[in-house]
């Protein structure tokens, strides 16, 4: 196969949908060797955070000299970006060559879609021969087709609303479910603060034997300066008080990195080779778009991939904190699987026009019932044929001192970033 080929190969597996269980991924490793037992693994889930903290541990880790793999999803500019090898893609003759490699295994398995690229994934590290793999959850965690790694650590970054016709509608359903990738005896760390999550996680570690670790209880973050050019925060344990340069903007990445550095200094007790001056470096130089990224400064032009209400809340609370008073020209897009109107009714303080968007993906809500949608919501604007147009009339409008703000899904921003290139 060729690149082109390949990647319609993986796409084609999505009509199969998901499937649960983890016999097919557990029966695909054993046929390929347990790729997944050559290297050490950091497994990470969690409702929103997930890739930014993993971005923020794999940028220490590559600091201290670790040949380290982050796996990710979904991707934002190319298929390739799922596949992250000391802070790049995997190559497309590389991913084309893993493709057809794997293609007669899956097709005799049934994998699906996500079972595939995990599975490409984790040989893939094997065959470059890392140290370490940083392996962001898919979805939920227990029947997740990452959670067949026996990892060095589990990490969960916070609980919130989200796939709740998969995961459960309630918080703490969702919680047992991402609990699902603790394993007996692995240390957890969270940064989870909902109560009815905390005691979840606690139970499940409990019954694990798993240590675990909790933010604003054994570790905490102070945020100390911000701008749009970075930000410093105070880490403190019950040993040490730290300060961080962070380059990942928003109050809501100092917990996520509070919770990246609580996981670096555990594992460097438990032996690894890791410095402070290591943390410094990863988190000052971690690069993760799409999370409130600032792409330019003419108009300013902000991107962040939120697409659930608790992600909004953090994009609320960034804006707030950053660009106080300033209204923005909203691009938005959102899927309809999400919550439109509580996503749109946290924004709309903040909003001086919209352009409605959908991005090209059928669970998309149409911009025409999303501009319907905002305009009950007292907003002013209009629906646009595609994620371009809407990003280049905002852009077109947009006069000294206007913000143009792309959000309510990564798809979205996805779009947004590849027509402005």
Not at 155 to 181: Q, R, W, Y
Not at 334 to 356: C, G, N, Q, T
Not at 381 to 394: C, F, K, M, R
């Amino acid at each position: 196969m060729n690149y082109d080929e390949a990647v319609g190969y993986i796409h084609a597996l999505g009509r199969f949908g998901s499937k649960l269980g983890l016999e097919r991924m557990q029966e695909a490793l054993a046929r390929l060797g347990h790729p997944e037992r050559k290297y050490k693994v950091l497994h990470v889930a969690g409702t929103n955070g997930k890739g930014s903290t993993s971005a923020m541990l794999a940028s220490v880790l590559r600091a201290a000299g670790y040949k380290t793999g982050l796996y990710t999803s979904p991707y934002l500019d190319a298929f390739t970006d799922r596949f992250g090898l000391d802070g790049a893609d995997i190559g497309q003759e590389a991913l084309a060559r893993m493709v057809t490699q794997l293609k007669p295994l899956a097709d005799e398995l049934g994998l699906t879609q996500f079972e595939f690229i995990t599975a490409l994934a984790l040989l893939y590290y094997a065959q470059s021969q890392v140290d370490i793999v940083v392996l962001e959850v898919g979805l939920g965690g227990r029947f997740d087709a990452t959670n067949v790694v026996v990892p060095a650590m589990s990490i969960i970054t916070n609980i919130g609303f989200d796939h709740m016709e998969v995961l459960g509608d309630t918080l703490p359903k969702i919680a047992f479910e991402k609990a699902g990738i603790i394993k007996p005896g692995i240390p957890v760390v969270t940064a989870t603060m909902d109560e009815s999550s905390l005691s979840v996680i606690a139970e499940v570690a409990g019954a694990n034997a798993a240590s675990l670790r909790i933010l604003s209880k054994d570790f905490s973050a102070t945020s100390l300066t911000s701008s749009l050019g970075g930000q410093t925060f105070l880490y403190q344990n019950e040993e040490v008080l730290l300060e961080f340069n962070l380059s990942l903007l928003g109050p809501h990445q100092v917990q996520n990195a509070a919770l990246a550095v609580d996981a670096l200094l555990w594992l460097r007790e438990l032996g690894y080779s890791l410095t402070v001056r290591d943390i410094e470096q990863g988190l000052s130089a971690v690069r993760w778009p799409g999370r409130f990224e600032v792409v330019a400064e003419h108009p300013l032009l902000i991107m962040d991939g939120a697409h659930n209400t608790h992600g909004v809340t953090s994009l609320v609370k960034a804006l707030t904190e950053l660009l106080p008073g300033r209204k923005v020209l909203l691009v938005v897009g959102i899927m309809r699987d999400k919550e439109p109107r509580e996503m749109l009714s946290l924004l709309a303080p903040h909003v001086k026009r919209f352009y409605a968007s959908a991005p090209k993906l059928p669970r998309a809500t149409p911009a025409g019932e999303l501009a319907a949608l905002a305009s009950t919501l007292g907003l002013t604007g209009e629906h646009y044929d595609s994620v371009a147009e809407a990003l280049g009339a905002a852009v077109n409008d947009a006069t000294p001192g206007d913000i143009v703000l792309v959000a309510g899904s990564l798809y979205t921003v996805s779009e947004a970033r590849c027509a402005y290139s």
